[in-house]
């Protein structure tokens, strides 16, 4: 039996706010299993727990009740963090280092040097398309070069897992689908994605499963398609169809005990289903 990439056990995690007799409890009796390989969004409304489970799992903030470990290591072990790599929302990057010197820096904090560094700083520069910005001071990159760059430093220490934190927040659309495709080529390297963002239907893209947050607690969590398609329905995508047929098609379901509930074209929406579970307006 291979041990999960992430491993999560009834975790919830309590904190005190100032003038209040009682915590505020952030994250809920939360328990999840990720297999080594898959990408998984973990999704869910500002406030609903998804930054504080993060944080517990890679060691930042201690839990108040459970545990989280990755790839059978207790995350409040150092060891824990050997096989991981992290971008946050915001990273915070040395402005007048260059992409260059960027990725050199972090490579030594990971035990990197000489010149096996050099060269998989320069590969991971052209894997994230920065290999022509390599001269260039971070200060002069855009959002979207610095979301690359991130994304670079988080690969040099060759994780097993990615833990992105909104990576394409302020990312035009074609910076966007890059990012996505650079995630879908992580995942074809076995490398296992735990990623957290608002934009559903990119998540909808590439997520081989993904939990729904709110208030704390783990609401929704499967497949994409088992959660978003109802069990109950069957879609019958019809090409060229005359109204005569449909109306036929309409009768005789109609005799057959079935009943119509809806015509439209073939879509199924991540985004409805997330309004739906999470008490959101649509």
């Known amino acids: ?157 060759d994780p097993r897992l990615l833990v992105l934190d909104e990576p394409t927040a302020g990312v035009d659309p074609a910076g966007s689908h890059d990012i996505r495709d650079l995630i879908l080529q992580f995942k074809a390297q076995g490398i296992t994605v735990l990623l957290c963002s608002h934009l559903l239907n990119q998540v909808q893209e590439i997520c081989d499963r993904i939990g729904i947050m709110h208030q704390g607690a783990l609401v929704a969590e499967g497949r994409i398609s088992d959660l978003i398609n109802p069990p109950n329905q069957t879609q019958l995508v019809l090409e060229n169809a005359s109204p005569a047929l449909l109306a036929a098609l309409a009768k005789q379901t109609v005799e057959a005990g079935a009943r119509v509930v809806g015509e439209h074209k073939p879509h199924a929406d991540l985004e409805r289903f997330f309004l739906k579970i999470t008490g959101g307006k649509h």
């Open 1 to 157: 039996m291979s041990t999960s990439a992430i491993s999560i056990q009834n975790l919830s995690k309590d904190f005190s706010v100032p003038f209040r007799r009682d915590a505020v409890r952030a994250v809920k009796n939360l328990s999840l299993e990720i297999p080594p390989g898959e990408v998984y969004g973990l999704l869910g409304p500002n406030g609903s727990g998804k930054s504080t489970t993060m944080k517990i799992l890679l060691g930042l903030v201690s839990p108040t009740a459970g545990s989280t470990s990755v790839f059978g290591i207790n995350s409040t072990l150092v060891g824990s963090r050997e096989n991981v790599g992290f971008l946050p929302e915001n990273p915070y990057f040395y402005k007048y280092l260059t992409g260059l010197e960027t990725l050199l820096f972090f490579g030594k904090l990971c035990g990197l040097a000489g010149t096996p560094l050099k060269h998989k700083a320069h590969h991971l520069l052209e894997t994230v398309g920065l290999a022509d910005a390599h001269d260039r001071r971070l200060g002069g990159y855009s959002k979207g070069m610095l979301q690359r760059i991130g994304l670079a430093q988080a690969l040099i220490g």
